[in-house]
């Protein structure tokens, strides 16, 4: 199972992800996508699917027409570990051009 | 624009739809989709983000692993229209055999 | 049902959609879809399939992991419409920025 | 890598899959799914697209309204695999109920 952060790797590890904010009790990572339309957010959406299949690792992702926001925590260690910042920086990088 | 339905025309629509439940407040309906996995959760989603587009209603859904919370509501009329009931029904028969 | 397009027209409209051919008997237009993954393509497939069923008019298109062969055509009309340019039109925009 | 399939193995692993088909030239197998909608096909295939994924194996699937042509083959090893029955086997558990 992956190890639980500490603060400070919290910390260091949100400094490079700017759309990313700690959820209030420290457990989760949280950032809402926006797109011009729902067809790209659900195309957004199938190839995040795609990518948390593959790492085993699931979002907690709410969807209403164009926005996603997506909560990343790791269940089974109760709070984050470093496959939240791992998916969130895919996440990050499938908006990018 | 759709008209609100009436509170004996919520009851009507949802006596046909044991699934779903009304939102504390009356202005949505609920329903917790369960699957078997999260690649079959997923499928149902691409299938009713489809027919959602096309009705031109969207619903408010969140998806964790094999589970998906929809929310249905239509916002421009401030609370539950027939929209709401069409796509509830065309839902629940996605997951018929 | 759409008219089918002359000759001339198809031709006009071609010279819009640089990434597209026509296919040998007129009656398609084809293009390549190349992404950086996997994940990317069937990702922009969700996209285009939700804008497909809302135009009701539906892509032959064929998948191998990062590829996206897609041919256009109007079934109903047994050739080019304005469809297909409208659908071409549409699939371009999803791949830009 | 994965090793080539014999004509036996084939044979046995087919016998198990009455949907599928051996190709013209047995490098590969073969089904067409049928649904009732294209909504419900495009469900398939993101679902199928997750599977798929997961297994770092990925069919040549093309689509046409309600239908899916899936091939299997394993490039890497130039014919069949147990991976292209494994996937098959997948394929098919998520058109049962």
Redesign the interface.
Same mark, same amino acid.
């Given at each position: 199972m992956p190890e639980l952060l500490t603060s400070t790797a919290k910390e260091f590890a949100l400094a490079e992800l700017p759309h990313w904010t700690l959820s209030e009790n420290g457990n989760a990572i949280e950032r809402t996508f926006t797109f011009r339309s #729902?067809?790209?957010a #659900?195309? #957004?959406? %199938?190839? %995040?699917?795609? /990518? %948390?299949?593959?790492m085993n690792h699931?979002? @907690?992702? @709410?969807? @209403?027409?164009n926005k996603v926001d997506v909560l990343l925590t790791t269940h089974d260690a109760g709070g984050l570990t470093e496959l939240d910042f791992k998916l969130a920086r895919k996440l990050d990088r /499938?908006c990018e %051009?």
């Open positions: #729902f067809a790209r #659900f195309g #957004f959406m %199938a190839s %995040a699917a795609i /990518l %948390a299949e593959k699931h979002p @907690t992702w @709410t969807n @209403t027409y /499938l %051009a």
